[in-house]
T-cell receptor, first 115, second 111 residues
Framework: DAGITQSPRHKVTETGTPVTLRCHQT?????MYWYRQDPGHGLRLIHY???????DKGEVSDGYSVSRSKTEDFLLTLESATSSQTSVYFC??????????????FGDGTRLSIL | SQQGEEDPQALSIQEGENATMNCSYK?????LQWYRQNSGRGLVHLIL?????REKHSGRLRVTLDTSKKSSSLLITASRAADTASYFC???????????FGKGTTLSVSS
């Protein structure tokens, strides 16, 4: 299995609080991704990174920010969590050098509940 | 915006039967990928087929791609209870930098 770890695995927090999710990889892959998965919507891309300090927005980036200060870590931050951000969040990595032409390997997700 | 759409949304079969899932997409692609997701787990990559390929096999999996119809199918032969999962197709985005996933087909295989 690809070395990818998400933390925390579960989190319950209140509306308006900041939340940071961490994705850590041991594969030294260039590309890292954050998705959210919701019933009826499938998997939707939030942000992705193609290198240290290089990030770009995905389909549902509003309300989220990311940072990548090291190759191995990709952080997703909800600056002020809202109930609509209750979801399961997945991190993925790719050995691709250009992004979309190789398989992605996924972590086991973070289940986030915002009350 | 959703690129791939799987059909059917749900499929229930008996062990030993074949399962076929279809994926349709809207714009031209460089490659199409299929993933499996077991309950409570992350997605697992199954197979990648490039736009210049028509068919690809991996064990009990057979994937076809028809770029003229913008569609792909995933066939699982001789299904087992362990194949029970959700299956997603994904295509690369226009920039080729990320994947766009469909909403998935939920497969249930009963013994």
């Amino acid at each position: 299995d690809a070395g990818i770890t998400q933390s925390p695995r579960h989190k319950v927090t209140e509306t308006g609080t900041p939340v940071t999710l961490r994705c850590h990889q041991t594969e030294n892959h260039r590309y890292m991704y954050w998705y959210r998965q919701d019933p009826g919507h499938g998997l939707r891309l939030i942000h992705y990174s193609y290198g240290v300090k290089d990030t770009d927005k995905g389909e549902v980036s509003d309300g989220y920010s990311v940072s990548r200060s090291k190759t191995e870590d990709f952080l997703l931050t909800l600056e002020s969590a809202t109930s609509s951000q209750t979801s399961v969040y997945f991190c993925a990595i790719s050995e691709s050098t250009t992004g979309g032409n190789q398989p992605q390997h996924f972590g086991d997700g973070t289940r986030l509940s915002i009350l | 915006s959703q690129q791939g759409e799987e059909d059917p949304q749900a499929l229930s079969i008996q062990e030993g039967e074949n399962a076929t899932m279809n994926c349709s997409y809207k714009t031209s692609i460089n490659n199409l990928q299929w993933y499996r997701q077991n309950s409570g787990r992350g997605l697992v990559h199954l197979i990648l087929i490039r736009s210049n390929e028509r068919e690809k096999h991996s064990g009990r999996l057979r994937v076809t791609l028809d770029t003229s119809k913008k569609s792909s199918s995933l066939l699982i032969t001789a299904s087992r209870a362990a194949d029970t999962a959700s299956y997603f197709c994904a295509t690369d985005n226009q920039a080729g930098t990320a994947l766009i996933f469909g909403k998935g087909t939920t497969l249930s295989v009963s013994s």
